[in-house]
């Protein structure tokens, strides 16, 4: 959902930083088997000096350390044992698995490092009841119930761990039956922090992934994992640059890599966020400082790679931080070239360190563990990996992230074990501790700054797995100029045979109020201006229904069902309007309807509000009988048909792009003399340059052609902000039968925008031939 550039990228380099810094200076303590002081060796005698190589924690930084490995490799330089926090420990644990610098380089290097950091999966992933609710309020801050106390809680993290749990399993893989991490190609140890106790944990044995996450637990940012019982956060609390966990394998000599950030100039100095950078450096500084005390000047090599500007939050700048890890200790050859390996040891070496076949074999079972309220087991027939099957790593992901989908989980993470009919393969789940309640809060705002606006605050509340079925309650409330209350009941009728194939259930009700003013009509050719107010009138409306669908996996859903409406029209002024047979003044309205509906929605746009591509339909047909109460007429009683249909396509090249919409409304139902039309037409994006809701009819056309530039890949708590402009042309007609291509009405705005954390925000401005200039601020969808 953001881009390599996004704010929790650097965010997560901010927290990365911070955690780095030691705030004990004991020695590692509370170590997972062994004695902490005298570990194992790392092999039998070598007749060489046994080398040990650490590497530091600090994010994106961290990436340096694939060039200084790719300078060892070149250079024939053995590593018999590696020690590593927190970015350190995923480097250093991928490279003692049997992953080769080049192979290293080459796979970091592709990675989308804002994917690997977004919040949820891509949005065109999800099922069509997760996407809609991004069209209601913005998903980007989402508030829970604690289990324990009911409390309001917010998310643990602030960015997901998903893919880079994904990334570390995929790549560890080959090296699971390892007893234990002197098993590994090379020795190796992680170092995480028991945010309970405040000790040390160093990883020696056990799963190798879940020791590289752990380690990189980032509290605030990658929420922490619980680890045979322990709830373990960032290594890099209290040892950043492990050298005594390094010494304690027995080593004779370590090369140990910093590559901390130093300390910034007074000129930085002038803000709180330059102060607060400082004040993290410093206590970064510290703790390296007491690790270095720890190295032997004798025996010892330091190897810190002078990154300049190149931050804890350059991911994406990999290629440079890795160039400038080789170039440094390209610089430090004549200190290395002693501990150079003859061509035949080293290829020796490296056959000893070679990574172990994995072949593909049989899942025998597939189970899952970590659940309490949810029932993934739900999911089993639409995952791809069966029992019977091969294991494959693409399939395992793929089904993580179907689990993932369902938004009731912080960490999807699997492993493949041995049984004794053969492999068995293991989705872990972690749900959600704000779960299953969970709200959202946003704000719509529209300002034409000449005295006209609307000002609401949102509310949406979801609640997750009334029973075992999946069944959910959700809410929508809206307080302010319009009020509205939507409330639907979603029962699923097909348990067990996944979301792709269940049928479902949902009962629905929709209560609104909405304040509108009605405009004489200006004919084509006329000449815009300010219009004409006819008068003003509240509409209110109360609907049931009850609906039968089918989820169609990650493409929408379809439903059919009966649906009641009660509308009721009271003028708030006495107004009359012109007609064929004179004039009438508009009375209070009250209509009942009785209508089957059917409804396609068809979702493939990555984000709802500024998408970069994808496309979007929705498809609504009704037809059935309308009743209006204060009319002893005929036509009062007759039957009606309506059709509405949104259709949008979206495309990017660069940070430019292109949306082209297609709105069409059409209502063959009874007209009553001076009523307004059943669909309004005008405002912000809606024919811009007309007043909201001037064009009314039975008839609605409108299409837009919009263009957009994203104006900065580095937005502060936004998604993004851009710049762009949108030709509108459309119209309204009494009667659907009316409608025509010619004569359109046109409108035109040009507009600056951010995605920001409730809700899109717009300041624009607006012109139409027939309408006329003007501004607008909008929080919210135009």
Known sequence: MIGSRSWCAR????????????????????????????????????????????????????????GVLEVLERERIPVDAIAGTSMGAIIGGLYASGMGAEEMRRELGAIDWGA??????????????????????????????????????????????????????????AVRRAPSFDGLPIPFRAVATDMESGEAVVFRDGDLAQALRASMSVPGLFAPIEVDGRILGDGGLVDNLPVDVARAMGVDRIIAVNIGTPLAGRETLGTVTGVTTQMI?????????????????????????????????????????????????????????????????WQAHRRAQARPQDPPEPIASVRFEGQELTQPQRLAPVLAVRPGQDFTVAGAERDSRVLAASGDYMQVDYRVEDLPAGAGLVYRLAEKPWGPNYFRLGLALQSDFAGQGEFNIQLSHNRHWLDEAGSE??????????????????????????????????????LSRRRQTTYRTIGPDQDGGDPEVLGRHVRGSLGVGIDLGQPLGELGEWRIGLVRQMLRIQPESAYTVRTETGSVALQSLHAREEALRSTLVMDQLDHAVFPRSGWRLRLEAQTGRRRLDELALEAAQRRFHRLELDLAEVASRGRHTVDLTLKLRAARQSQVDGA???????????????????????????????????????????????????????????????????????????????????????????????????????????
Do not use: C
């Not at 991004?134 to 917010?154: C, K, W």
């Not at 500007?309 to 610089?331: P, Q």
């Not at 307080?479 to 996944?498: H, I, Q």
């Not at 459309?730 to 004569?743: H, I, K, S, V």
């Open 11 to 66: 965010l997560l380099g901010v927290v990365l930083a911070l955690l780095s810094s030691a705030v004990h200076a004991q020695m590692p303590a509370g170590v997972s088997g062994g004695d902490p002081e005298v570990d194992t060796l790392v092999g039998p005698a070598l007749g060489r000096p046994r080398i040990g190589l650490v590497l530091s924690g600090g994010g994106a930084r961290g990436l340096a350390h694939v």
């Open 116 to 173: 690997m950091f977004a919040t949820r999966l891509p949005r065109e992933s999800l099922g069509q009841r997760r996407k809609e609710e991004d069209f209601e309020i913005s998903p980007a801050i989402e508030v829970g119930l604690s289990r324990l106390g009911g409390d309001p809680m917010l998310p643990i993290g602030s960015v997901s761990s998903r893919e880079l749990e994904l990334l570390l399993r995929r790549h560890t893989l």
């Open 281 to 345: 450096n410093i206590l970064t500084e510290q703790n390296v400082q007491r690790s270095l005390a720890r190295l032997d000047p004798r025996q010892d090599l330091l190897i810190a790679p002078p990154l300049g500007r190149l931050t804890s939050a350059s991911f994406d700048r990999a290629a440079d931080l890795v160039a400038a890890g080789r170039e440094h200790a390209e610089r430090m050859l004549p200190q290395l070239a002693a501990l150079r390996l003859n061509e035949t040891d």
């Open 473 to 510: 309650w959700r809410n929508r409330v809206q307080l302010g100029s319009v009020p509205r209350w939507f409330s639907e009941l979603y029962v699923p009728l097909g348990a067990g045979s996944g979301p792709a194939s269940d049928w479902f259930v949902a009962l629905s009700t929709d």
């Open 676 to 782: 307004p039309g059943h669909y309004t037409l005008g405002g912000f994006h809606q024919l811009s340059g007309y007043e909201t809701d001037q064009l009314s009819g039975d008839g609605v056309l409108l299409g837009r052609l919009t263009w957009q530039v994203r104006l900065t890949g580095r937005p502060v708590l936004t998604r993004g902000v851009f710049a762009g402009m949108t030709l509108e042309a459309g119209n309204a007609w009494a009667l659907p039968r009316e409608m025509r291509l010619t004569p359109l009405r046109w409108g035109t705005s040009a507009f600056l925008a951010a995605d920001t954390g409730i809700g899109p925000l717009y300041l624009g401005l607006t012109w139409a031939p027939q309408g006329r200039a003007g501004i607008t601020l909008m929080l919210g969808r135009p």
